[in-house]
């Protein structure tokens, strides 16, 4: 018959008192405080994850230059922040050509974005 050592059983039983000790309860108010901050922190993600899943479905479409916003005007290839303010100061958009027809980006900025925007009136 083989002996159990004390030591084991002695680490044993003490982690299992230290653990015990260490869980404090928590009162409601913490518990409501926590679920609160972990509720928001969930909204703040599904937030970023929808509005990355509208960009993406928006991607493949045109952009038009008469609604688009600043952001999305400057999500355009090598469009900065002057940029999008001069496109927004030039509405409204007759086709996209009026880009360059009216001076507002030069003919190479336009070839860029050719493809990637549109004027809805």
Do not use: F
């Not at 509208?54 to 230059?65: A, I, Q, Y």
């Amino acid at each position: 018959m083989t002996s159990l050592r004390p030591w084991p059983i002695a680490t044993i039983v003490l982690l299992t008192v230290l653990t015990a000790c260490t869980q404090q309860q928590q009162s409601p108010q913490q518990l409501r405080e926590k679920t609160a901050e972990a509720t928001a922190e969930a909204k703040s993600d599904v937030k970023a994850m929808a509005e990355g899943v509208r960009e993406g479905w928006n991607r493949n479409k045109p952009l038009d230059l008469n609604a688009a916003s600043r952001d999305q005007l400057m999500s355009l290839p090598g469009m900065n922040a002057h940029d999008a303010d001069r496109v927004i100061a030039g509405r409204p958009y007759d086709s996209a050509g009026d880009l360059e027809t009216r001076h507002i980006v030069s003919k190479a900025e336009y070839d860029r974005i050719a493809d990637q925007v549109t004027a809805r009136r």
